[in-house]
DNA sequence: ATCAATTCTCGTAGGGTATACGAGAATTGA
DNA sequence: TCAATTCTCGTATACCCTACGAGAATTGAT
């Protein structure tokens, strides 16, 4: 399940604390001097959740890791769901998608890079699959992200409507699959099984329960060895094959592309 | 976010819940008599999820429902973990999906079907999107879906592990859509706040941050008019969209379908 | 040197979650 | 009548986020 950031009341806040990096801030002089600072605070709640979960990126969590008490990271941060949204930008910013002198020949090989870079990036912070994505974090990660395969897509001869909806449907593809990925492995660390011993473990279901005149067609696939051991497991097997017929569909409506 | 359902330690008990109705079971006599069953205790789960959000199906919660103690709920289903997984097979065998004799023709209407009523059971508990789909309850609801497209994609030529392949792509992309489209609208009536609001509290970032150099391709399309408001909205175009291109993907490689 | 203004620090308190434990109540068959 | 069985559920523990407000640190002005 994922995990639901609530609305935010300030957005201004929310957008100036994302951006903090895109100007030089001015420096205050007055006050106590403080004894963190904002990238700090996310650092630290991305390290946590990448080494023992995203529940251990609570408030209380990241301030004792920190060494100070709970209540001094709400000067940095004004909330918990803001401090998610801080790292989730952060590492979707991570990503390398090279500028346009830079991409690899091909809108497929873009694609491609676009994946892989993505489905890095849900290996090393698995607890990504656990926020939801949809309203994202304006941020600059983001807005790479979009950039980036808004910049693919504009190859292919398409209308500026379909270059925006190709885009989209790419992006939710991809990110759908890389999340639940993420998400599979994460459940295999954080139980110590398998996904082959879950089902083992389930065995019964075929002894006991299973219907075979209910379920023809699953029985026949069976019988013909469809649910066998493949060289790749399934799961991959099906991303990669479905990414394929997504973009040979995509390809053959718009046309081949123009650079 | 989703929410993490953790290793049940026994899966023989929570099979025998999730095919509670498959055969009818030993009348037991003695001891104290049941003030509910198990049915009474998924159904009130549902009502109130659907009603007030997942939260609202606490232990708690549905206790209070029901007019008896918290721990009395444990008569009936051994954790919160197991009753969420009771929840979600129940609503997943409430789709509609004929059987062999009753399918509409062509596959990709039956194709269509399954996503009309995967959409509509979203629609109707727009809590399950927060739930995980990785290890999803082995109940008769889940394997009634399976059944229903392998049945589909084995009218195509297509290899039997292919078919499988062929199933788990389009169950994965369709389920993930409908969830993403039920989290939209359920994010929608919790905060209250259209998706164009949201954007429009987010109109600073154009004025403030966004750099027009660093964004070309965006700005471009910006420029086109890729951007303005569709017959529909991008979400739901771009799910159609991708449907028909995979399944188009799917049919070219396939060749023509059987039947 | 003093003091007001400003900013950061963080303890306490309150309301939410799941569930282990064990005592007590209800029911049946001997 | 009583032992065996099963259901009921109060209490206690251990987490979570964050509103509030008192106190500490630092600066610039006087």
Redesign the interface.
């Known amino acids: 399940?994922?995990?639901?950031?609530?609305?935010e009341g300030r957005?201004?806040r929310a957008?100036a604390l994302l951006?903090r990096n895109?100007r030089p801030l001015a420096v205050k002089a007055k006050g106590r001097r403080p004894s963190l600072d904002v990238d700090e605070v996310v650092a630290t709640g991305i390290r946590l959740a990448d080494s023992d979960g995203?529940t251990a990126a609570s408030m209380g969590g990241v301030a004792k890791e920190l060494g100070v008490g709970t209540m001094t990271l709400y000067t940095y941060v004004p909330s918990k769901d803001e401090l998610l949204e801080l790292m989730v930008d952060q590492v979707l910013g991570e990503r390398e998608l090279p500028g346009?002198d830079q991409r690899p020949a091909g809108w497929r090989a873009q694609v491609a890079l676009y994946a892989d870079e993505t489905r890095a990036m849900f290996r090393r912070h698995p607890w990504l699959?656990?926020?939801?994505?949809?309203?994202p974090p304006?941020g600059p990660g983001m807005?790479a992200g979009?950039?980036?395969l808004?910049?693919v897509m504009?190859t292919l001869a398409l209308?500026?409507?379909d270059?925006?909806?190709?885009a989209?449907?790419v992006t939710?593809?991809v990110d759908?699959?890389a999340s639940?990925a993420a998400?599979?492995a994460l459940?295999e660390r954080?139980?110590g099984?398998s996904?082959d011993a879950?089902w083992t473990?389930?065995s019964?279901?075929w002894e006991?329960?299973?219907d075979v005149e209910?379920?023809?067609?699953?029985t026949?696939?069976w019988n013909?060895?469809?649910?066998?051991a493949?060289p790749v497991d399934?799961?991959a097997?099906?991303?990669q094959?479905?990414l394929?017929?997504?973009?040979?569909?995509?390809e053959?409506?718009a046309g081949p592309a123009m650079t």
Chains 1, 2 share one sequence.
């Open positions: 399940m994922t995990v639901r950031r609530s609305a957005p201004d957008l951006w895109h995203l346009p699959s656990q926020v939801s994505p949809i309203r304006v807005l979009r950039e980036y808004l910049a504009s209308s500026p409507r270059i925006n909806i190709a989209v449907t939710s593809y759908s699959a639940l998400e599979s459940i954080t139980t099984q996904h879950w473990d389930r019964e279901l006991t329960y299973f209910r379920h023809p067609a699953m026949a696939v013909a060895g469809g649910f066998d493949g399934v799961a097997e099906s991303y094959y479905g394929e017929r997504l973009l040979d569909g995509i053959a409506k």
